[in-house]
């Protein structure tokens, strides 16, 4: 039995607990993978989003910040796919730790490169790109060949880590993909996303919990997807015959204030009633709109999103209203 175990094709994913690594994990379950999910030794990691598969997936040591910890790790667990989604992963964090943002959205994707040269060429990876890149966009929609103008220390760091992808790509022969996904949201968002802030607040609305919504920029428009098609288009770019670049996304936009439109309206509440513009929000130097083309990833990998903008934001008011029914049930009962 440990024999048919190993021979299965085995994957390894950085940034497991995040929200695309979770959705990733299972996703690579179902197709019969042996998945193995990197976590930082020093770090207090939460395992709330991969709870559910915790018996399923094997939990290993390595961090993006160590060379040596990558080569070691890939050196024992020998996969044949890496996906490396792990990144300081949040916009307004990049201008408080830009040195910090920079070590592991940049030069932690050029040790992981490294690393897989140095131990197994052979080793598809996959490297998460972001339509933050973009910035300042130069058109409309964005595409595999549209111009970077990033605005935050984030997007900076991600230009250099796909750069670096493609560059080891052309240089060892590496299979090694960039992917620029736009903005995929769900119920597993953290809290700190505007998303999740808006569907979690009206749902504490609703419920009596809160009063109002603090937000930034309500005009700033973005591409909002359902993470959990998404890592299906990851998945469907190291299957591909060759190595090529390629933009995930909706084709849609839509802005802060229709999300938060949609959110409220789906509880029956008027958003204007609690909605506050609040200017300490907004980010240092806007990016107001970003808006993807797909259709290389729709023309050679086949994949299209399923969710709707509708049915994202409802199923994350859903979420939140049952997770804070079941919260305040727990608070009720007596101890």
Partial sequence: MCCIFNMKRAALITGVTGQDGSYLAEFLLEKDYRVFGMVRRSSSENFERIQ???????????????????????QE?????????????????????????????ALGVT???????????????????????????????????????????????????????????????????PGILFNNESPRRGLEFVTRKISH?????????????????LEARR???????????????????????????????HSVRDFAEEAFSYLKLNYTDYVRQDEELFRPAEVEVLCGDASRA??????????SFKELVRMMVDYDLALLKKQRQIDASPS
């Fill in 223 to 253: 591409d909002w997807g359902f993470a959990g098609d998404y890592i299906q288009a990851m998945w469907l770019m190291l299957q591909n015959d060759k190595p090529n670049t390629y933009v995930i996304a909706t084709g849609e936009t």
């Fill in 52 to 74: 559910h598969i915790r018996n399923d997936i094997e939990l290993v040591r390595g961090d993006l910040l160590d060379l040596m910890s990558l080569i070691k790790l890939l």
């Fill in 111 to 177: 040790r992981i490169l490294e690393a897989i040269k140095f131990v197994d060429p052979s080793i598809r990876f996959y490297q998460a790109s972001s339509s933050e890149m973009f910035g300042k966009v130069r058109e409309s929609p964005q595409n595999e060949d549209t111009p970077f103008y990033p605005r935050s220390p984030y997007g900076v760091a991600k230009v250099y880590g796909h750069y670096i992808t493609i560059n080891y790509r052309e240089s060892y022969n590496l299979f090694a993909v």
């Fill in 77 to 105: 667990i020998h996969p044949q796919e890496v996906y490396n989604l792990a990144a300081q992963s949040f916009v307004p964090t990049s201008w408080e730790q830009p040195y910090l943002t920079g070590q592991f959205n």
């Fill in 298 to 307: 729709h023309r050679e990998l086949g994949w299209k999103p399923k969710v």
């Fill in 201 to 217: 607040t009206a749902a504490k609305i609703k419920l009596g919990l809160a009063k109002e919504l603090p937000l930034g920029n």
